[in-house]
C-alpha cells in the first residue's frame, strides 16, 4: 500500500510517500514559506538527487497540488498516477478529549478539530488545511489523523490538573494535555530497541529539543507526565516560546505596558525563549555561535535552557522512581552535542555518565554514555512520519 504523509504547519508543508507494510520511503519533501512571496519547494524520489524550485504557493491546497504533480510526472515519477495512493496520514496537533488514538477523518473528526481550534490556534488551522485540501485533489483517499496529544492521554488526574476552580475547568476543557506525543512514541520505540530491552520494563526520561521543545516520563509504555500543558507554551524553553513562568507576568505585562491578551500571547509565544533572552535568534546555531564569541547574552540564553531542562530531568526521575535510560531526540537534541553534555553536567546521582568522544562524535542514532554508565544515554534521529504511516496503514489496512 502507498500511504502518502502530510505535515502542514502555518506556513510549511512536510511530506513523504512509503510504501507499507516495508516501510520503504518512495520520495518525500517539503514546501516553505506558504502563503507567502517565493515559496521554495524541495523534493526527493529515493537516492535521486533532490529537486528544488520557487513557486507562489498562496494556500496549503495549492502546495499538495504541486506535490502530487511532481509525484507522477516529476524528473523521477514515484507513481504512475495518483490512483496509486490508497492511503494519507496526516499529523494534527490537539483533539482535545475527543480521541485516545488515531483514526480515520469523517465529517465528524474535522467538526471536533475546529472545535479545539481554541486550544491550539497556531496548529490546528493548518492541519485542518492540509486535510481539507487533500481530501479536495484526492477524493475517496481514505485519510487518517494522527494526534500530537493522544500519547498522554494516559496521564494521572493528578499530573493533568491544574489547581483553578474545578467547575471552570470542566467548562472549558482546561487541564494538561502535552504535546509531541508523536516524537515520543518513534523515541522510545527505537530506545528500548537500542537497548535490546522490551519498552514496558523501561522507566525514560526523553528530551525532544527542536525549534519546539518538551519534556516526557514513560513507564512501561505509560506517558505519566509531560512538561507541555494546555497549549505547547508551558514547560521547557523553546526557540521563540517563554517556556515556564509566573502566571502573574501576563497581568503584570498587560497593566504596565497596556498589552492586550493577544499581544501578551504573541510575546510569550513568538518572540520569548532563546530568540528573547538572548536578543540573537530564534536559531539555537547561531545562539550557540554567538555565545562563543562572547555574547553575554546568548550565554544566559544557553544556560538558562540547558539548567531548566536538566531540572526536568531529575523531577522527572523522581515521578518515574528511578531512571533507566536518558533519551536526547529532535534536531537540537541530535546534533548539538554542547547542549546534550551541558544538560548531562551534574548528574551522575542519576548513574549518568557521558562520554565526551561518543557525544561529540554521534550524529545518528547511538549511545552516548560511558560503556559502564549505569544509566544509558541515547540519541535517537527522530522519525514522526513514519509513525503516521505505520497507524494509517494499520488503520486502513484494518492490521493490528
Not at 48 to 53: D, H, I, L, M
Not at 133 to 158: I, K, R, S, W
Not at 326 to 348: K, N, S, Y
Request: aromatic fraction near 4%; include cysteine.
Amino acid at each position: 500500500m502507498k500511504v502518502l504523509v502530510l505535515n502542514c504547519g502555518g506556513s510549511s508543508i512536510k511530506y513523504r510517500l512509503y510504501a507499507m507494510p516495508q516501510e520503504t520511503v518512495l520520495a518525500g519533501g517539503s514546501v516553505e514559506r506558504v502563503g507567502l512571496p517565493g515559496a521554495r519547494l524541495s523534493h526527493q524520489v529515493g537516492e535521486a538527487a533532490p529537486v528544488t524550485e520557487t513557486l507562489e504557493c498562496p494556500t496549503h491546497a495549492v502546495g499538495i497540488q504541486r506535490i502530487l504533480a511532481l509525484l507522477v510526472d516529476g524528473p523521477n515519477p514515484a507513481v504512475r498516477s495518483l490512483a496509486e495512493i490508497e492511503a494519507a496520514g496526516h499529523r494534527v496537533v490537539h483533539a482535545g478529549d475527543r480521541y485516545t488514538g488515531s483514526v480515520r477523518i469523517t465529517p465528524d473528526v474535522i467538526r471536533a478539530l475546529y472545535e479545539c481550534v481554541a486550544l491550539a490556534p497556531l496548529h490546528n488551522p493548518p492541519n485542518l488545511a492540509g486535510i481539507e485540501a487533500c481530501q479536495e485533489v484526492l477524493p475517496g483517499v481514505p485519510m487518517v489523523a494522527v494526534f500530537d496529544n493522544t500519547l498522554h492521554h494516559t496521564l494521572p488526574d493528578y499530573a493533568r490538573a491544574y489547581a483553578i476552580p474545578r467547575d471552570l475547568a470542566q467548562r472549558h476543557g482546561i487541564r494538561r494535555y502535552g504535546f509531541h506525543g508523536i516524537a515520543f512514541r518513534y523515541a522510545t520505540q527505537r530506545t528500548a530497541a537500542l537497548l535490546g530491552r522490551p519498552l514496558e520494563s523501561l522507566r525514560l526520561v526523553t528530551l525532544m529539543l527542536g525549534s519546539g521543545c518538551t519534556a516526557n516520563a514513560m513507564k512501561g509504555g505509560r506517558s505519566l507526565d509531560v512538561s507541555t500543558g494546555l497549549t505547547p507554551l508551558e514547560g521547557l524553553m523553546q526557540s521563540t516560546r517563554s517556556g515556564d513562568l509566573d502566571p502573574a507576568v501576563v497581568t503584570f505585562l498587560q497593566e504596565k505596558e497596556g498589552l492586550s491578551a493577544a499581544a501578551v500571547n504573541a510575546l510569550l509565544n513568538r518572540q520569548s525563549g532563546w530568540l528573547g533572552l538572548s536578543g540573537v535568534s530564534a536559531d539555537l546555531r547561531e545562539v550557540r555561535q554567538a555565545a562563543a564569541q562572547g555574547n553575554d547574552a546568548a550565554r544566559l540564553a544557553l544556560q538558562a535552557f540547558t539548567y531548566r531542562a536538566r531540572k526536568y530531568v531529575g523531577a522527572y526521575a523522581a515521578v518515574l522512581g528511578g531512571l533507566d535510560a536518558l533519551t536526547f531526540t529532535g534536531g537540537v537534541g541530535e546534533r548539538a552535542p554542547d547542549i546534550r553534555a551541558a544538560i548531562c553536567d551534574d548528574l551522575r546521582f542519576l548513574g549518568i555518565s557521558l562520554d565526551p568522544e561518543r557525544n561529540a562524535v554521534t550524529t545518528g542514532d547511538g549511545l552516548i554514555s560511558t560503556p559502564d554508565s549505569p544509566t544509558p544515554v541515547v540519541v535517537v534521529t527522530m522519525d514522526e512520519e513514519c509513525v503516521i504511516a505505520r497507524d494509517t496503514y494499520a488503520l486502513v489496512a484494518n492490521v493490528q
